[in-house]
């Protein structure tokens, strides 16, 4: 079946650096989309990627779809404290199931 | 306007018994999604509701089970309870299916005993 995989599964940051946190898929993908867990929360929605090669920002985040529809990547630059969470990258490969990778926890040193 | 609401929030029952969590979506969505979130894991898909069909089923026993309502709220049932079926339970709503935005309810906290 269908799997999405993520990397790092940690990231420990210093506030001010910028990190990348991918997320690879065993098949092609339809749709990719991110989303951000605080800790005791749920997730929250951030961005849907559906094209090949696509880029989208949102402020200090930069998404991105590989060309191959089969990786994403999503990278944060100048970390705040605020960053802290667990993201987690999920796709739909066919039908409606959304498969979720098991997220990279990223912890930020002030 | 509300967001998704679940309820019971936190819940404990015995080794055996049966459960049913309830969602309801947030107006005007027609799909529901429901998801198993094991503590430090991902969340996993157990069932997919869009207009009260059954649109997508993950690979959970048949011991899960879920129906949408004519109001698109939904129930998640589960029978003969396992200690590993103790986790957080998501419901999600969006407008369509999948490929649409999905919105996350705070969760029900099933601890099994």
């Known amino acids: 079946g269908q799997q999405v995989m993520q990397i790092p599964q940690y990231q420990h940051v210093q506030e001010g650096e910028d990190f990348t946190t991918y997320c690879n898929s065993s098949t092609t993908l339809s749709n990719i989309q991110w989303y951000k867990q605080r800790p005791g929360g749920h997730p929250v929605f951030l961005i849907q990627l559906v094209k090949s090669g696509e880029v989208k920002k949102q402020k200090r985040l930069t998404f991105q779809f590989g060309e191959a529809k089969k990786n994403s990547s999503l990278h944060i630059t100048a970390t705040q404290t605020t960053d802290v969470g667990t993201y987690f990258c999920?796709?739909?490969?066919?039908?409606?199931?959304?498969?979720f990778g098991g997220g990279t926890r990223v912890l930020v040193k002030p | 306007d509300a967001g998704v609401t679940q309820s019971p929030t936190h819940l404990i029952k015995t080794r055996g018994q049966h459960v049913t969590l309830r969602c309801s979506p947030i107006?005007?969505?027609?799909?529901v999604s429901w998801y198993q979130q094991v503590l430090g894991q991902g969340p996993q898909f157990i069932f997919q509701y869009y207009e009260k069909e059954e649109r997508g089923r993950g690979n959970f026993p048949d011991r899960f089970s879920a129906r949408q309502f004519p109001n698109y709220s939904s129930e998640l049932n589960v029978n003969a309870l396992l200690l590993g079926d103790s986790a957080l339970y998501l419901c999600?709503?969006?407008?369509?299916?999948?490929?649409?935005?999905?919105?996350f309810g705070q969760g029900t906290r099933l601890t099994v005993v």
């Open positions: 999600a709503s969006s407008l369509r299916t999948a490929y649409t935005e999905a919105f």
């Open positions: 999920a796709g739909t490969a066919a039908g409606n199931k959304l498969t």
């Open positions: 107006s005007g969505h027609k799909s």
